[in-house]
């Protein structure tokens, strides 16, 4: 059965502080992982990874994806309060998305 | 204007009435979705079709149908609303991309449904 499981399910952290977001993947015909940003609201989309190794930036985000090992990272330096949401990752299986339960982020002033 | 757009934005209803959820893209995408959310499960796949000819049952189909009209249109139907139906439900639209591999996803504001 496919799954992807994201952790921690939550995280508080102050401004400032670095996060790290972890999720590992099973899928069957694995394609490509994806990370997306919920504010209460439609998931917006930050990175596609589908190369091992290859670190994607973005500001202050970067991803990376590990095929051997079957996992990613989100990683968000210097947080800030517009920071707060929840992260989903998804797998990408014969073109559907798998997702996680998704990580909330609290980033306190 | 919203590149994916849904209709409508919030309902309410009762047990056992038919629900028409409504999805349309201008974004020019062959690929569209259907997901419903709940709190601390993510998102789960309902239906997906890949064409207009092409409609495909996703993880958790059991109780919805769908259709697609044209290749801007997707629509959801609750047959028979039941409680356990209440969620947030969003449409995406994807393309293919020229590696062959399925472009990201883009998600409609979506749909607050409230089965009572």
């Known amino acids: 059965e496919d799954k992807v499981v994201q952790s921690p399910l939550s995280l508080v952290v102050h401004e400032g502080d670095t996060v790290t977001l972890n999720c590992s993947y099973e899928v069957t015909n694995f394609r490509s992982l994806l990370w997306y940003k919920q504010e209460k609201k439609a998931p917006t989309f930050l990175f596609m990874l589908?190369?091992?190794?290859i670190e994607k930036k973005s500001g202050r985000l970067s991803s990376i994806l590990d095929k051997k090992e079957l996992f990613s990272i989100l990683n968000i330096t210097a947080t800030q309060t517009g920071d707060s949401a929840v992260y989903l990752c998804a797998a990408d299986s014969w073109g559907k998305l798998q997702f996680g339960a998704g990580t909330q982020v609290v980033v306190t002033p | 204007d919203a590149d994916v757009t849904q209709t409508p934005r919030n309902r309410i209803t009762k047990t056992g009435k038919r629900i028409m959820l409504e999805c349309s893209q201008t974004k020019g995408h062959d690929r569209m979705y259907w997901y419903r959310q709940d709190p601390g499960l993510g998102l789960r796949l309902i239906y997906y079709s890949f064409d207009v000819k092409d409609i495909n049952k996703g993880e958790i189909s059991d109780g919805y149908s769908v259709s697609r009209q044209a290749q801007a249109k997707f629509s959801l139907s609750l047959e028979s609303a039941i409680p356990n139906q209440t969620a947030l439900y969003f449409c995406?639209?994807?393309?293919?991309?020229?590696?062959?591999?399925?472009?990201?996803?883009?998600f409609g504001p979506g749909t607050r449904l409230t089965v009572l």
């Open positions: 589908t190369s091992s190794g």
């Open positions: 995406a639209t994807s393309d293919l991309g020229t590696s062959g591999r399925n472009n990201e996803q883009f």
